[in-house]
């Protein structure tokens, strides 16, 4: 048994904990920086755990002013992930019920100054759930390769309430990937066929050409079917019930003429029917050849210099509250990190619950009752009932 606990302690001590940031007090403002690009203002971050929480020592970052671009961001010692595996995981608690604006977090290179951050600002990852509307509702999967983005092309489904979430991105050295939600799987590939890195490995061979004589019509006319001699009959027929009014004045109102209906014995355009095409092929395929501009490239998860994270986006109405950032080359050190977290979970939703109720009984206490019927206007009421008597 020591001789295994031995063993293992190597294996133990290679996870690495680049970057962690839990905002657990307002020193947060003393390690980020809010951008100064331009000389903008931008929307400032409180600290907080929100109108409802699951621990309230649990406190975040939150985008406190509406329609502002938001840009805060750190640096921290330079690492790279060659032939490591990488995990970016941060929470996002859109406690507004946001209607439109960004909730995703960016990694940069060592070249990045965080006081110049601002839209453009060249990245390396960016991650995270984007929501604008009904139409779009999804986690961004952004690398960037050789100084292009390339976003993923697959769907993936963010999260749309106002509870805390964490998403979880994973990158391998064997370029495969893996999108968590809550420690549930949305998402998982290959760098390759999930993005277009790289130019594709096929393409179709310029020299082939479809043979004049091929025939892929599956279906022909019948060359012995006929139209029907009857067949040809107008669209609209003169209504035979149809009769000129008695004071229809030929001179003054012109030639009468019937209105016109639809002719039931119309039969539309004639077609001949279908046969199976003896001559049919099938449909002819473009053969392909290698593609000469391809080069694999074994490479592209890698990132040779990381030394900055940051948050820079948009928000219409405010409210979204950051927190639990950890990048790490440990799949079992951020997996405990995201427990701890789903852990508070159901607190956190009893203590939404528990305010919904309240306020619903609030609302029902503060409707206006039925006005009573004014004593005196019940007198004049009866005196006016006698009158009539």
């Not at 905002?23 to 409180?46: A, P, Q, V």
């Not at 030639?255 to 355009?269: T, V, Y």
């Not at 391809?294 to 990132?303: A, K, V």
């Not at 440990?330 to 607190?347: H, P, Q």
């Amino acid at each position: 048994m020591k001789f295994w606990l031995l063993a293992c302690l190597p294996l133990l001590a290679t996870a690495e904990i680049y970057f962690q940031e839990k905002f657990d007090d307002e020193s947060w403002t003393e390690r980020w920086l809010t951008s100064k690009h331009d000389g903008k203002t931008f929307g400032k971050f409180e600290l907080t755990a929100g109108k409802f929480y699951g621990d309230e020592s649990d406190k975040g970052i939150k985008t406190s002013q509406d329609a502002h671009f938001y840009a805060v961001s750190t640096k921290f010692p330079e690492f790279t992930n060659e032939k490591k595996t990488l995990v970016l995981q941060f929470t996002v608690k859109h406690e507004q019920n946001i209607d439109c604006g960004g909730g995703y977090i960016k990694l940069f290179n060592c070249d990045f100054n965080p006081e110049e951050m601002h839209g453009e600002t060249p990245y390396l990852i960016m991650f995270g759930p984007d929501i604008c509307g009904p139409g779009t509702k999804k986690v961004h999967v952004i690398f960037n390769y050789k100084g292009t983005n390339h976003l993923i092309n697959k769907d993936i489904r963010c999260k749309d309430d106002v509870f805390t979430h964490v998403y979880t991105l994973i990158v391998e050295p064997d370029q495969t990937y893996q999108v968590l939600i809550d420690g549930e799987k949305a998402q998982s590939g290959s760098f390759e066929e999930d993005w277009t890195f790289l130019p594709p490995k096929k393409i179709k061979d310029p020299e082939a050409k479809k043979p004049e004589d091929w025939d892929d019509r599956a279906t022909i006319d019948d060359p012995n079917d006929t139209k029907p001699e009857d067949w040809d009959q107008p669209e609209n027929i003169a209504d035979p019930d149809a009769k000129k009014p008695e004071d229809w004045d030929d001179e003054m109102d012109g030639e009468w003429e019937p209105p016109q209906i639809d002719n039931p014995a119309f039969k539309g355009e004639w077609k001949p029917k279908q046969i199976e095409n003896p001559a049919y092929k099938g449909p002819w395929v473009h053969p392909e050849i290698d593609n000469p501009d391809y080069t694999p490239d074994s490479e592209i998860y890698r990132y040779p210099g990381v030394c900055g994270v940051g948050l820079d986006l948009w928000q219409v109405k405010s409210g979204t509250i950051f927190d639990n950032i950890i990048i790490t080359d440990s799949v079992d050190e951020a997996k405990e990190d995201r427990d701890r977290v789903l852990g508070l979970k159901d607190a956190e939703k009893k203590m939404k619950d528990a305010q919904d109720e309240e306020e619903s009984k609030k609302k029902a206490e503060e409707k206006p009752e039925e006005p009573a019927e004014d004593d005196e206007d019940k007198d004049e009421g009866e005196e006016a009932d006698h009158d009539e008597l």
